[in-house]
């Protein structure tokens, strides 16, 4: 796996929306994120034709990114959002024309299809950051999220990865234009969970969102299992907040696959257990949590009952998020309750 060169403040950066054009939907939002990017890591967003296009076809969305790929003048490429259909571009992609011109990509979620695409070519991408979600989350950004946006942007070298203060999964409706000034609800941190946490795992990461990773499996994009031997597995859940026997069933058909026997580490996000449309009782949160976790253990029970996990690392859906090489190295610490990764 290489590390692509990494921008400097002030460079041009792409901004793209290979999944869904949310942009053209809440130009608010988005235009308040692009603000803090030049504001606060003064970069310089360039956009594309289908950035604000809700309609864009998977072909024109392919071709946005190869032109965010070879222009030279750009450094790295920065999703605007996630989605539901960005395995419908990776057909169209051009695998020899990124490798030609590797660059650091930011994004999770439905980006989980683009991220696996690099691993693929070689090329160390990044799980997470979001240009509307979290360069333009309301009140402020979380410094947590700036700090580790900012290493994995302009630094090359070890970061360790902390629980921040606080952390939340309840944000404010973008359709209110008029509370963009407000923090979102957020509660005190409780820290990670360790299972089987008695070695050092030092290793490159592969996952994801985990529905998107089910998606990839079925789709056959998914290499041989052998490719995955070793690599520490990064796993999160959507806001769409998926069944506790549906994790359990992706988890379980890994396992009879034999690829869930391959990874000595696994990282699994905090579950998201809250959203707009969904809007849970803290007990009702509780409650969801404790089930997906649950779940999660059973599996890795059955399949890979030695592994160390660690639980509600701070790399998924809520807020804050901590930014993760994908592809690139990470180490959990077991002994010393400690997450390193290489940016």
Not at 9 to 24: E, K, M, N, Q, T
Not at 105 to 125: A, E, K, M, P, R
């Amino acid at each position: 796996m290489i590390y692509p060169p990494k921008p400097r403040p002030g460079d041009r950066v792409a901004i793209v929306s290979p999944s869904r054009g949310l942009p053209a939907k809440f130009p608010e939002i988005y235009e308040l994120g692009l603000q803090r990017l030049r504001d606060e890591l003064g970069l310089v967003p360039v956009e594309y034709p289908t950035t604000r296009r809700m309609d864009a076809t998977p072909q024109d969305r392919a071709r946005d990114l190869h032109d965010a790929f070879a222009d030279p003048e750009v450094t790295a490429v920065l999703a605007s959002i996630g989605g539901d259909d960005q395995i419908t571009v990776l057909r169209y992609l051009d695998a020899e024309l990124i490798r030609t011109h590797p660059k650091p990509f930011f994004g999770y979620s439905d980006n989980t299809n683009l991220l696996h695409f690099l691993w693929q070519q070689g090329i160390v991408g990044y799980h997470g950051g979001s240009v509307m979600v979290h360069l333009g989350r309301t009140g402020r950004m979380h410094p947590a999220h700036l700090d580790s946006l900012r290493a994995a942007l302009f630094t090359s070298g070890w970061f360790q990865l902390q629980p921040p203060p606080d952390w939340g999964d309840e944000p404010l409706s973008w359709e209110e234009v008029d509370r963009y000034g407000e923090e979102p609800p957020m509660w005190p941190h409780e820290g990670w969970d360790w299972v089987n946490a008695d070695r050092v795992v030092e290793s490159r990461t592969w996952g994801g969102n985990l529905e998107i990773i089910s998606w990839l499996l079925q789709a056959g994009y998914v290499g041989p299992d052998a490719e995955y031997d070793g690599c520490v597995l990064i796993l999160e859940t959507s806001e769409e907040m998926p069944s506790a026997t549906e994790v359990y069933r992706i988890l379980r058909n890994m396992g009879e696959r034999g690829l869930l026997a391959r990874f000595p580490a696994l990282v699994m996000g905090r579950a998201k257990a809250w959203e707009l449309d969904r809007r849970n009782s803290p007990e009702e949160k509780r409650r969801y949590v404790r089930e997906q976790r649950e779940a999660v253990t059973r599996a890795m029970a059955e399949y890979n009952p030695g592994a160390m996990i660690v639980f509600d690392v701070d790399i998924g859906h809520t807020d804050p998020q901590l930014i993760v090489p994908y592809g690139g190295q990470i180490r959990p610490d077991g002994p010393a309750r400690r997450i390193d990764v290489k940016y």
